[in-house]
């Protein structure tokens, strides 16, 4: 069993950057691939990024690539996403989650452990 947390959302200007983290219980940690995604209000959940447990194969959307960067730090059981050059589209909800069988996916189903959220507002 893993449980996530996650911390670091706020508002921020347009232009501007946040680091999010996810703090991970559990033993196991090292083991998994890592995921971050978002949910606007009367959207769908989306992915943004993924991370292999390795922190050596990282992918992300399309949307924020070249903006985010997804980093793990296995000794402190701790993933991170550093969002730069934030845009008003980029507000949600983002949830940290943890995949036991790093099946390199974007789909939300293929993960099996979910932090409750931290909100990121982007004002233009």
């Known amino acids: 069993q893993v449980q996530l947390v996650e911390s670091g959302g706020g508002l921020v200007q347009t232009g501007g950057s946040l680091r999010l983290s996810c703090a991970a219980s559990?033993?196991?940690?090292?083991?998994?691939?890592m995921g971050w995604f978002r949910q606007a209000p009367g959207k769908e959940r989306e992915f943004v990024a993924r991370?292999?447990?390795?922190?050596?194969?990282?992918y992300y959307a399309d949307s924020v690539k070249g903006r985010f960067i997804i980093f793990r730090d296995n000794a402190k059981n701790t993933v991170y996403l550093q969002m730069n050059s934030l845009k008003p589209e980029d507000t949600a909800v983002y949830y940290c989650a943890a995949d036991r069988y790093s099946r390199h996916s974007y789909r939300t189903e293929s993960y099996d452990y979910w932090g409750q959220g931290t909100q990121v507002t982007v004002s233009s």
């Open positions: 559990g033993r196991t940690f090292n083991n998994y691939e």
């Open positions: 991370i292999m447990w390795g922190g050596d194969s990282t």
